[in-house]
């Protein structure tokens, strides 16, 4: 992750060809549903 931070200064995370969540990499990391669906409970 920390990658795509020194590179991006916002993220698109995709999730079944829709757009899951859109804003910063702490944005998204913090996001319900990026991390219920990507990272785990």
Not at 18 to 26: E, I, V
């Amino acid at each position: 992750m920390e990658c795509v931070k020194s590179v991006a200064d916002k993220v698109t995370v995709l999730h079944q060809d829709k757009t899951l969540a859109y804003g910063s990499m702490d944005q998204v990391q913090n996001d319900p549903r990026v991390i219920d669906v990507y990272l785990g409970h």
